[in-house]
């Protein structure tokens, strides 16, 4: 059989990291956009196409992604990925990509926040109308606003209408400061959703990235309950795939897209809107409504950074 290389342009630090100790693992799931590996370690990673969102886990395949067999094996050695089908991915000269570490000295004062996260995302709003868990955003700046919330589902849309009720009480717990009541409700969330990443696990993602951004930024905004949120993620594993579990743990401890790190970054850094609304607008077209949920959940967990 004759073999295919396909030289790696970039992968993410942890990727790099589980690749280069060698051995190898399987196919655990393959989808359009992506092809996710378990490394024998129990890591997940996966292969994604060109225009795809970097991240930790993630490599960029250089060309069309392959038809992978669920199940079928690869192996790594000499800093490169054999697969099963007989490809070969050599990352010897990959670009590894790192999440930019958060400049504390640029941070904002936290009394300028409100105002700024409000002109950010109504302007991004209005020039976008959310599917799905995104019209969350509205709702919760709304709320922020201490406004009467005007809801306005899609006819038949019972994820949406069944996840507002909890989505609702976290945003008003996220005001009062009062952590427990969040993760409290949070837990009706978990794996609530279709896919290989459901909405509900998506939003939360967003919301503790959210609380990661802002206990790093702001660290005299302390909840001792929202410490653990890793762990509380832990104890929650079976209540969702093995998919959205990685990618919600990673959410909680601080690991995000490219675009939603940069939208965080940009915001508490009084960066020009510009830039806000194009990270945004890279959020949102991640999957069919992934980036909404995220950005949903991100929006709602910035309420925590407002005072009476």
Partial sequence: MAVLVNKVPILGEAANSWLTQGGGGKVLAAVNHATYLLTE?????????????????????????????VDSIFTTRDRSIDLESGTKLDFRTSEVWKAPVIPVQDIIELDILPY?????VETFLSQES????GVFVR????IARKKE???SFQPG???????????????RACLRHDPSEILKKAEALIGLGEGLTPAGDDFLGGL????????????YIHFRELDDLPEWVDAHQ?????????????NASGHALEPLNRFGIALLTNQPVEILTSAASDLIKVGHSTGWSLLAGYVTGMLLAFTD
Avoid at 130 to 133: A, F, H, R, Y
Avoid at 208 to 219: E, I, V
């Fill in 208 to 219: 503790f990235f959210a609380c990661f951004m802002l206990s790093c930024s702001y660290p």
């Fill in 116 to 120: 700024r996260f409000f002109t950010v």
């Fill in 238 to 250: 079976s209540r969702t795939n093995q998919i959205s579990f990685a990618l919600l743990r990673d």
């Fill in 130 to 133: 959310p599917p799905g868990v």
């Fill in 157 to 171: 849309d019972f994820l949406t209408r069944s996840a507002w009720s909890v989505v609702e009480r976290i945003a």
């Fill in 149 to 151: 919330v005007n809801l």
């Fill in 41 to 69: 370690h129990g890591e997940l990673i996966w292969l994604a196409t060109p225009e795809s969102p970097k991240h930790r886990r993630c490599i960029l395949w250089p060309a069309p992604l392959p038809n992978l067999a």
């Fill in 139 to 142: 709702l919760v700046l709304q």
